[in-house]
């Protein structure tokens, strides 16, 4: 028997665990002693270990490499030489007939590690020659890192998921964290019990509203009103900061214009919040010695996002709450590695350390440490994932290697998605499930899965932490960048790693950044925050601590923009808002626990939809009844929930079952900026069956 410490597979709350393994099986997880989880674990961490095992899989495991020649045609087995012939030679065509950036590609923001997502964004911009490269940060917190990057010049937490106990005043808004990320609300509650005034934003009575000061219940879409409010409050009642403000920021004057028609007493009926706790709030939060702003994708997944997140970093300027511990502003990223997939550079605008793509000086960098002409470089932003469908549509994008995600059941409007991928001639799924998206692929290159492999992660706060390999993996299957390795090479591109350390280190010298963070100091402290830029660092616990933002003329960004509705509001045919939510017991689109026996066990029933009784009984709709919801692109069957803590109006479904997949209901209204789409909002109604 042997114990594995390694870091859970499941948010980005990075909490490390121990694998107890017996015989080459895992026997239970145990809580280890992790900087962010100091000895806790939720659910998924203790019981989501058991798809490993090969128990009770509802979703097959991918065992073999599988090819499909024809579409509609069933897969065939093949040997990995064959798979990686056949997929090379296709890609090649297809960049010789259609040009590179006819080719997308996708890196993962879950087990694969830091590694694989810095050889896949070389396999895009060194192989394809494109910066068709992009995550599933996309659909999530592209926002957060778009509107942080503009305001202080980091698209991420300035914090610690460490110092959120020790804060005085937690803003939390648009953020479940129960359900989300549990040990991260367990932080919350430390700080409740350490006697900080929580204030919550949140059109739901979520469970840390339960235990807040202040529950502001805001009416769904209106976050940038609010926000606007919060900052006129700010100003007309002093209580901001002048002298840092005139030290440490710009663009006051323009700022306080924008926000000067958004008095409470204006805001109030449109975002259903009175007055005077509009007002309340800001009392508190500038009045608090130490406040933070924590959110999530109650905020990011709108049309107006990356502008209510700068009006949140407004907020933290005003009061001086950045720069020192126990303040800050912290996106609190979902999917585990999704903060890594974005250091790695899968986006495609940027290389990794977030050096961007347009910059002359930087591709001559990658070009020559990557043995490649500079000419050969994209000079131009990429395509995102979510203007794929519309893109292979037009033509325009052709072949899409997707490696760890399952756009298919997690993007928004699938009937416009399967349109897209009926549209594409070539979909290449490297995956450890045959989910949704896989179905529908080329080709399948199966993959180790977590607890399989080893490498780096990076949790929420800008950690990078170590994950180890517990067991052998049983199946035909590899690394994923060892997968991506053998394709380079077979396209021309020789591409040779012989470990994780190696592709670890290569990437840091490429990335000031990061270059501190070597696979001994992680070893050592456990947990490396970014920025570790030299070798003696052990890393950054906060941003901005010397009040320098790292924008260009170092100054902190004051932002406002007027409020814009939502792009599909409730009318007489479709009267209630749908918002996408997630259930504790399950990650993402479920491959992975939903193969797990006891997460199975614990987590709700398929594709309910939560609504409060009195909207349920104005349709005759009792609770447990079956119902069609439906929106102007489809209807899914789902079961009523009857919940009183849920608003009047909306009603809620988690977008993590395929039975009942509320992402058939949602639209693609994407914010202008990150092209994130708003899938916490559109138009439905509720029917008997
Ligand atoms: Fe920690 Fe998140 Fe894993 Fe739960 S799911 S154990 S909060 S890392």
């Not at 648009?174 to 929580?198: F, L, M, T, W």
């Not at 998605?417 to 979909?427: D, I, P």
């Not at 949704?436 to 080329?442: L, P, V």
Request: net charge negative; with cysteine.
């Amino acid at each position: 028997m042997k114990k594995v410490t390694t870091v859970c597979p499941y948010c980005g709350a990075g909490c490390k665990l121990n694998l107890v393994v017996d015989n080459g099986k895992i026997i239970r997880a145990e809580a280890a002693n992790g900087v962010t989880n100091q000895g806790e674990l939720c659910l998924k961490g203790y019981y989501g270990w058991d798809f490993l095992n090969d128990t009770k899989l509802l979703t097959p495991r991918l065992t073999q490499p599988l090819i499909r020649r024809q579409r509609g045609g069933k897969f065939e087995a093949v040997s990995w030489d064959e798979a990686i012939r056949y997929t090379a030679q296709r890609l090649k065509e297809i960049k010789q007939k259609h040009g590179p950036r006819a080719i997308m590609t996708t890196g993962s923001s879950r087990g694969t590690g830091n590694e694989t997502n810095y050889v896949m964004q070389k396999f895009a911009r060194a192989v394809i020659g494109t910066n068709n490269v992009d995550c599933c940060a996309r659909v999530c917190h592209g926002p957060s890192v778009a509107g942080l990057q503009a305001t202080l010049g980091n698209g991420a937490m300035s914090n610690s998921i460490g110092d959120i106990e020790n804060s005085k005043c937690l803003l939390v808004i648009g953020y479940n964290c129960a359900d989300s990320h549990p040990i991260v609300a367990r932080r919350v509650i430390k700080a409740k019990e350490k006697g900080a005034q929580i204030i919550v934003c949140d059109p739901r009575r979520i469970e840390t509203a339960r235990i807040a000061d202040q529950h502001l219940q805001i009416r769904n879409g209106c976050n940038m009103a609010l926000v606007n409010a919060f900052a006129h409050v700010l100003m007309e009642e002093d209580l901001y900061d002048h002298d840092y403000v005139a030290k440490y920021t710009e663009g006051f004057e323009e700022y306080r214009k924008n926000v000067a028609d958004y008095s409470p007493e204006a805001v109030a009926e449109q975002t259903g919040v009175s007055a005077q706790q509009i007002r309340q709030a800001m009392r508190t939060y500038a009045a608090a010695p130490s406040a933070t702003i924590m959110w999530g994708m109650g905020v990011t997944q709108f049309g107006q996002a990356v502008d209510v997140v700068k009006g949140l970093a407004g907020l933290a300027l005003l009061t001086g709450n950045l720069g020192r511990a126990n303040v800050g502003v912290g996106p609190v990223r979902g999917q585990n590695n999704v903060q890594g997939a974005c250091d790695m550079g899968v986006l495609p605008n940027e290389f990794p350390g977030y050096q961007s793509v347009t910059d002359p000086k930087v591709r001559a960098k990658f070009a020559d440490a990557w043995g490649i002409d500079v000419d050969q470089m994209d000079p131009e932003v990429g395509h995102r994932i979510t203007e794929i469908p519309h893109l292979a549509i037009e033509g325009k994008v052709k072949a899409y290697y997707i490696m760890g995600e399952d756009p298919l059941q997690t993007e928004a409007d699938l009937g416009l998605v399967r349109k897209g991928f009926e549209a594409l001639e070539f979909v290449v799924v490297q995956d450890i499930f045959m989910t949704k998206t896989a179905e529908q692929a080329d080709v399948i290159l199966p993959a180790t899965s977590w607890g399989e492999h080893g490498g780096v992660f990076s949790c929420a706060d800008r950690g990078f932490q170590r994950f180890e390999k517990a067991i052998e993996p049983k199946y035909n299957v590899k690394r994923d960048w060892e997968i991506i390795s053998l394709l380079a090479t077979e396209m021309g591109y020789p591409m040779h790693y012989n470990d994780n350390q190696q592709i670890w280190d290569e990437m840091r010298s490429l990335c000031p950044l990061f270059y501190g963070a070597t696979y001994e100091k992680m070893g050592e402290l456990g947990h490396v925050q970014w920025p570790c830029t030299t070798l003696e660092s052990p890393g950054t616990q906060y941003l901005y601590a010397d009040n320098h933002f790292d924008t260009p003329s170092g100054k902190g960004q004051l932002f406002a923009a007027p409020w814009r509705a939502p792009a599909e509001v409730p009318d007489g045919d479709y009267p209630l808002v749908l918002c996408t939510v997630r259930e504790v017991g399950h990650y993402s689109c479920r491959s992975m626990t939903g193969n797990c026996a006891a997460l199975q066990t614990l987590a709700d029933e398929p594709g309910f939809v939560q609504m409060n009784p009195v909207d349920a009984q104005a349709l005759g709709i009792r609770d447990q009844q079956l119902v069609w919801v439906a929106s102007r692109r489809g209807k899914v069957i789902s079961r009523v929930n009857y919940n009183e803590r849920i608003n009047l109006g909306a009603v809620y479904m988690t977008y993590q079952w395929w039975i009942g997949a509320c992402n058939e209901l949602t639209q693609d209204n994407l914010d202008p900026i990150s092209k994130t789409p708003e899938t916490k909002y559109c138009a439905v109604k509720v029917e008997q069956i």
